[in-house]
């Protein structure tokens, strides 16, 4: 069988020591693969193939994002922007995802276009795979200053202390995105769909309106703008418009006021626990990215039916853009979904027993001890386990879940909990410690595989 890639690190010793014991515990390698033969014939039966219905319009569809799973992610952005493409162009569509390239992408060649992108040259790599043409923004200011990082070292070297110079690498970004489907040779040109994607995109459709359709580009395409997370929005001090390649006119859609007095990043980070104090009513002028996104977008999507009620219900849950969607049109919910073929037990390559409806009992019992080993909680088949994949961040809940687990093992001596997830400094140190305070509680911090798969 091909070996598992390097295990993620997790807080205990017992890992190495315990797995020796599970790898013993199991069937041979050989059974396995048998098993997994069987089972993955048993599950291709044709009655168990879905039907993928052909669009009765097919589109010209470009997703453009900073996160393109499994090449770049912090959480669903990524999953999403991996995924979707793969099933919209089952259907028949023709699709394009662009993202920066943060390292060398094996399977990604060089495309020798390069575009100029707000005074900057820029590059495009690019693969076809599995229907979806998957374009890479190629630039220093992504390769070199995050090469080979994963996570929210993306945009930051820690929570809450993001580069400097965001800015001016979206805006950079945004542009060599817009510039992509007319000079790379893949059959796109104009007359496309664009889904643009949290803030870091939201300039894609302030730049169709105000800079491309008055120059007669871009004329019958249209931009989706879809919100995973409205905490983040782009919010910066006031910037001159010609930075970020736009007229000086578009302004006022960046217009925004808030009470925060301070700005955090790599030069001044914010610490943990620190609270901002500002004089009651005093407000203080930001662009804000996001703000303009809706304002110049086609359509507003986000996640799900009950996140666009919440976020266009209340300035608390719309983070102070709520009576921005609702002049804008408001914004439709689209449940977001999972990849059926990288999260399925009957084929998932992480599990050494495979499984279906008729053997989830074994299946899931094996995948349960191979958990346990990895991250060095005890072997225990009658222990309930609990599982968090996930940003570490008050709105996700986890300063509920942190709260509950001692109250948990109290109540249940013999229950397990496992989380895996960055975030915020102080819930991330509180994980680096789980097993300290419990050797019934594990956590680390790198989605690397298998533990993800076996949560």
């Known amino acids: 069988p091909t070996p ?82 793969v099933e919209l162009a089952k259907r028949g569509h023709k699709v394009m995802t662009i993202s920066p390239r943060y390292d060398q992408y094996k399977g990604a060649w060089d495309t020798s276009v390069k575009v100029d992108a707000l005074g900057k040259q820029v590059g495009f790599f690019h693969e076809h795979k599995k229907g979806v043409d998957r374009v890479f923004v190629d630039h220093p200011l992504f390769l070199a200053k995050v090469w080979g990082k994963t996570g929210s070292k993306l945009y930051g070297k820690t929570n809450g202390a993001d580069f400097a110079d965001n800015q001016e690498r979206f805006a950079m970004f945004c542009k060599a995105a817009l510039e992509a489907p007319m000079a790379l040779p893949f059959g ?24 491309y359709r008055p120059n007669g580009k871009y004329l019958n395409a249209k931009c989706a703008f879809t919100v995973h997370n409205i905490a983040f929005q782009g919010r910066f001090w006031p910037t001159p418009m010609g930075e970020l390649g736009l007229p000086e006119s578009a302004s006022n859609d960046f217009f925004f006021e808030d009470s925060q007095g301070k700005m955090y990043d790599e030069r001044s980070p914010k610490k943990d626990g620190q609270v901002d104090s500002t004089p009651l009513g005093k407000k203080f002028q930001k662009d804000n990215w996001m703000k303009a996104a809706f304002i110049n977008s086609d359509r507003n999507i986000t996640v799900s039916m009950n996140y666009a009620k919440e976020i266009a219900g209340s300035a608390s849950k719309g983070v102070e853009l709520n009576t921005i969607i609702n002049a804008t049109g408001g914004i439709e919910g689209i449940v977001n979904g999972m ?87 102080s819930m991330e140190k509180t994980l680096e410690r789980l097993d300290e305070l419990s050797p019934n509680m594990a956590g680390g911090g790198k989605f690397s595989h298998p533990p993800p798969h076996y949560i």
């Not at 041979?28 to 997994?36: E, G, L, Y």
């Not at 796109?188 to 300039?203: Q, R």
């Not at 998932?348 to 909680?377: C, H, P, R, S, W």
């Open 4 to 85: 598992h890639p390097p295990p993620v690190t997790m807080a205990s010793s017992l890992a190495t020591h315990q797995f020796a014991g599970v790898n013993a515990q199991l069937k041979s390698a050989a059974a396995r693969k048998n098993v997994k033969a069987a089972r993955n014939v048993q599950t291709r039966a044709a009655g168990d193939v879905p039907y993928t219905a052909k669009a009765a319009r097919p589109m010209k569809i470009v997703f453009v994002s900073t996160e393109v799973a499994p090449w770049s992610k912090t959480g669903g952005l990524g999953d999403v922007v991996g995924s979707l493409p």
């Open 339 to 425: 990849d059926p073929t990288e999260w399925n037990p009957t084929t998932d390559k992480f599990l050494d027993i495979t499984y279906d409806k008729n053997t989830v009992a074994m299946g899931k019992a094996a995948a349960k001890q191979a958990l346990q080993a990895e991250v060095g909680l005890p072997l225990d088949p009658s222990a309930p386990i609990f599982g968090y994949i996930g940003r570490l961040e008050e709105q996700k809940g986890c300063d509920i879940m942190m709260e509950a687990m001692p109250k948990l093992l109290r109540q249940v001596p013999n229950a397990q909990v496992v989380i895996l997830g960055t975030g915020k400094k």
């Open 188 to 211: 796109y040109g104009e007359d496309v769909c664009f889904v643009a994607n949290d803030w870091h995109s939201g300039l894609v459709p302030v730049m169709i309106n105000k800079v």
